[in-house]
């Protein structure tokens, strides 16, 4: 639930990660689902938003309600803290108490509830939505670890694969992920086996990274076809989507950016898609791995002075 000096686009953010993490191991969250999730966990002092929201003749989707959120709290803020959305002043008259509380004449229900679709109430009042949550939550619970006691262990929305599948070749963008991660070293080089460290699952097993290496990634740049070096890549042969780590990157690389159709990076002055948005907040990576003998010709090459195909070659 949000509190009222929470930050809204934070909220909105953990709201989204949770998805990605549950989708993640198997267990996707409709967009449905996650707009409900979102009007019923706002504080109350967004009520009458709500109320504008639900009396929309159209259905509600994720980036029409973020959006509009978006636009309240920056309004709030631009009037210091005591704006309510336009459209909301249109459904009574109402005003803002010292404690944030909502206050005025009540507005009627007139329309169908968004989550039970009966007659006389809001989302915020439906009787099955804190069922609904107490059970969304227990199941939450049960696919997305939670582990503060051991912070030297590392955690992630990850499966597992069974022993008979062959790995993915999907790679993922992860926001939370602290390594680049694969399931397959066939793609390595300048391999070296490791210590094992234990990956915390989100359905709550355990696997462990067993070595690490380098991976050289082909993309496609406004340039054209450029190549940069992923070093440092964990080898997990149970996980069941390869992981770019977006906070790694960005500490070896440069900065990223989230929007509307996908994430992107900007090195040495050329802004150049990262991933692309495949629904539900995630994000698929816009780079081909190259085979280990492709990869140094590749290498070869550069040394004679064709530097310029590298975006980013980073040494161990």
Same mark, same amino acid.
């Given at each position: 639930?949000?509190?009222?000096?929470?930050?809204?686009?934070?909220?909105?953010n953990?709201?989204?990660?949770l998805a990605e993490?549950?989708?993640?191991?198997g267990?996707p969250?409709?967009?449905?689902?996650?707009?409900?999730t979102?009007l019923?966990?706002?504080s109350?002092?967004?009520?009458?938003?709500i109320?504008?929201?639900?009396?929309?003749?159209?259905?509600?989707s994720?980036?029409?309600?973020?959006?509009r959120?978006?636009?309240?709290d920056m309004?709030r803020?631009?009037?210091g803290?005591?704006?309510?959305?336009?459209? %909301?002043? !249109?459904? @009574?008259?109402?005003? =803002?108490t010292?404690?944030n509380?909502?206050k005025g004449?009540?507005?009627k229900k #007139?329309?169908a509830?968004h989550?039970?679709?009966k007659?006389?109430?809001w989302i915020?009042?439906c009787?099955s939505?804190?069922?609904?949550d107490?059970?969304?939550?227990?199941s939450?619970?049960?696919?997305?670890a939670?582990?503060?006691?051991d912070?030297?262990d590392?955690?992630f929305?990850?499966?597992?694969t069974?022993?008979?599948a062959?790995?993915?070749?999907m790679?993922?963008?992860?926001s939370?992920?602290?390594?680049?991660?694969?399931s397959?070293k066939?793609?390595?080089r300048?391999?070296k086996k490791?210590a094992?460290?234990?990956v915390h699952?989100?359905d709550d097993?355990?696997v462990? %990274?067993v !070595?690490t @290496?380098d991976?050289? =990634?082909?993309m496609?740049t406004?340039?054209?076809m450029?190549?940069?070096v992923? #070093?440092n890549?964990?080898?997990i042969?149970?996980?069941s989507?390869n992981?770019?780590?977006?906070?790694?990157?960005?500490?070896?690389?440069?900065?990223?950016t989230f929007e509307?159709d996908?994430?992107?990076?900007?090195?040495?002055g050329?802004?150049?898609q990262?991933?692309?948005?495949?629904?539900?907040?995630?994000?698929e990576?816009?780079?081909?791995?190259?085979?280990?003998?492709e990869?140094?010709?590749?290498s070869?090459?550069?040394?004679q002075?064709d530097t310029t195909?590298y975006l980013w070659h980073l040494?161990?």
């Open positions: 639930m949000m509190d009222e000096d929470d930050d809204v686009l934070e909220h909105i953990k709201l989204k990660t993490q549950l989708d993640a191991v267990a969250v409709s967009e449905d689902d996650l707009v409900i979102l019923g966990s706002l109350e002092s967004y009520q009458f938003l109320t504008a929201l639900e009396s929309r003749a159209d259905s509600l994720w980036e029409l309600v973020t959006s959120l978006l636009h309240e309004k803020k631009e009037q803290g005591g704006g309510v959305d336009g459209a %909301a002043h !249109g459904q @009574g008259q109402a005003f =803002m010292r404690d509380k909502c004449r009540p507005v #007139t329309g509830c989550n039970c679709g007659q006389g109430h915020a009042e009787p939505r804190v069922h609904n107490a059970e969304r939550y227990r939450q619970r049960a696919n997305v939670q582990d503060e006691e912070p030297g590392y955690l929305s990850v499966g597992r069974s022993s008979a062959k790995p993915s070749d790679w993922l963008v992860d939370g992920a602290t390594q680049h991660m694969t397959s066939t793609y390595m300048n391999y490791m094992p460290v234990d699952l989100a097993g355990v462990q %990274a !070595g @290496g991976i050289v =990634m082909s496609k406004p340039r054209g450029k190549k940069g992923l #070093t890549v964990w080898h042969p149970k996980l989507r992981l770019f780590s977006v906070g790694r990157f960005t500490k070896d690389v440069g900065p990223v509307s996908g994430c992107f990076a900007d090195n040495k050329l802004k150049w990262l991933g692309a948005r495949e629904g539900k907040g995630l994000f990576l816009c780079m081909t791995p190259m085979m280990p003998d990869a140094n010709a590749a070869s090459k550069d040394r002075g195909s040494r161990l």
